[in-house]
């Protein structure tokens, strides 16, 4: 599966439209511009909460009974952006509410009178 990351620049987020958003921790912790310690913590945090499910089919590391993926997908990425205090993670935080609000406005209803008669009871 080829890996495709998540970039934002001049605070543009760009996102592969396809399910294939890959991301090692070091990616992520540049994208947010935050430490990869950092991202190690919070992701093992998240993954011991059960909010995001570790990605079996992807490489792992086995850490005691915890499996920590090597690449982490869009919902990880999504996780952490809304853990992390940094201008980056609330760029990715903003798009992310934009994506999920934009399609929530329900067409107007439009009224159109078929007669001139009052409806009345």
């Known amino acids: 599966m080829k890996r495709k990351i998540i970039t934002i620049k ?14 090692t921790a070091c990616e992520i912790a540049a994208l947010f511009e935050v ?5 190690n913590d919070q992701t093992k945090g998240i993954l ?9 089919s992807c490489i792992a590391t086995v ?7 090597d690449v982490y997908g869009l919902d990880m990425i999504t996780a952490l952006a809304f853990r992390l205090h ?6 990715f935080r903003e798009w992310v509410i934009r994506r999920i609000t934009t399609n929530l406005n329900p ?6 009178p078929l007669s001139k008669q009052v409806l009345a009871n």
């Open 48 to 56: 011991k909460s059960g909010i995001v499910k570790a990605d079996a």
């Open 107 to 112: 067409p107007p209803t439009l009224f159109i």
């Open 63 to 69: 850490a005691g009974n915890t499996l920590i993926p």
């Open 10 to 23: 001049n605070g543009l987020v760009s996102v592969p439209q396809s399910n294939e958003v890959r991301m």
């Open 86 to 91: 940094s201008p980056k993670a609330k760029m």
């Open 35 to 39: 430490y990869v310690r950092t991202i």
